[in-house]
């Protein structure tokens, strides 16, 4: 089973610009598996943000999906996020998780990281 | 897509069994088979529990079952341990505009 790690600044100001990166390990990007991205702001329960296949394919929350951008790094193992113009409801902890493709359940999680949106 | 229905909190004795529901609607729970559970304890990464409305992944107790019916989904734990004390979120796949919807948790305390 793969073992993901998220990374990234903890702190951005708002209007500002979300950016992690997860880290794939015991296995490879190139995978047939879908690398995504879920959050839960403090307190609360847990919002699907979106995913992307090593290929370049991504499917995005609707509600997020003009200020959302994934990539994949081939070379590196590892998947980004960025997520522009962030305002005090974007922080949250962002884990990201994997689901294999032709299945619909996320078997793997990292730890998660908190983003906090303040000046 | 609105985030699935569940109740707040449960709780029980141990030894007993509680179920949790999570309601959806014909366009995610309803239709289709695809509905996960997790477990999830505090300042911790979500824990996979049931996949696909039943299955449990290796290594899950037996003391957890998923069934459904219709629009509503329902996780049992059953023999209620300690250590079953966590929120618990449904997730399910929702089709191509928005692929995954989670609920809004339940928090299982133990009594």
Request: aromatic letters at 12%; hydrophobic letters at 30%; one cysteine or more.
């Given at each position: 089973?793969?073992?993901?790690?998220?990374?990234?600044?903890?702190?951005?100001?708002?209007?500002?610009?979300?950016?992690?990166?997860?880290?794939?390990?015991?296995?490879?990007?190139?995978?047939?598996?879908?690398?995504?991205?879920?959050?839960?702001?403090?307190?609360?329960?847990?919002?699907?943000?979106?995913?992307?296949?090593?290929?370049?394919?991504?499917?995005?929350?609707?509600?997020?999906?003009?200020?959302?951008?994934?990539?994949?790094?081939?070379?590196?193992?590892?998947?980004?996020?960025?997520?522009?113009?962030?305002?005090?409801?974007?922080?949250?902890?962002?884990?990201?998780?994997?689901?294999?493709?032709?299945?619909?359940?996320?078997?793997?999680?990292?730890?998660?990281?908190?983003?906090?949106?303040?000046? | 897509?609105?985030?699935?229905?569940?109740?707040?909190?449960v709780?029980?004795?141990?030894?007993?069994?509680i179920?949790i529901?999570?309601?959806?609607?014909?366009?995610?729970?309803?239709?289709?088979?695809?509905?996960?559970?997790?477990?999830?304890?505090?300042?911790?990464?979500?824990?996979?529990?049931?996949?696909?409305?039943?299955?449990?992944?290796?290594?899950?107790?037996?003391?957890?079952?998923?069934?459904?019916?219709?629009?509503?989904?329902?996780?049992?734990?059953?023999?209620?341990?300690?250590?079953?004390?966590?929120?618990?979120?449904?997730?399910?796949?929702?089709?191509?505009?928005?692929?995954?919807?989670?609920?809004?948790?339940?928090?299982v305390?133990?009594?």
């Open positions: 089973q793969v073992q993901l790690q998220e990374s990234g600044p903890g702190l951005v100001k708002p209007s500002g610009t979300l950016s992690l990166t997860c880290d794939v390990s015991a296995g490879s990007i190139t995978n047939s598996q879908w690398w995504t991205w879920v959050r839960q702001p403090p307190g609360k329960g847990l919002e699907w943000i979106g995913e992307i296949y090593h290929r370049g394919h991504t499917n995005y929350n609707p509600s997020l999906k003009s200020r959302i951008t994934m990539s994949v790094d081939m070379s590196k193992d590892h998947f980004s996020l960025r997520l522009t113009s962030v305002t005090a409801a974007d922080t949250a902890v962002y884990y990201c998780a994997t689901h294999r493709d032709g299945y619909n359940f996320f078997d793997s999680w990292g730890q998660g990281a908190l983003v906090t949106v303040s000046s | 897509q609105s985030a699935l229905t569940q109740p707040a909190s709780s029980g004795s141990p030894g007993q069994s179920t529901s999570c309601t959806g609607t014909g366009n995610d729970v309803g239709a289709y088979n695809l509905v996960s559970w997790y477990q999830q304890y505090p300042g911790k990464a979500p824990k996979l529990m049931i996949y696909e409305v039943y299955k449990r992944p290796s290594g899950v107790s037996i003391r957890f079952s998923g069934t459904k019916s219709g629009n509503t989904a329902s996780l049992t734990i059953s023999g209620l341990q300690a250590e079953d004390e966590a929120h618990y979120y449904c997730c399910s796949y929702a089709g191509l505009t928005t692929p995954y919807v989670f609920g809004i948790g339940t928090t305390t133990v009594l």
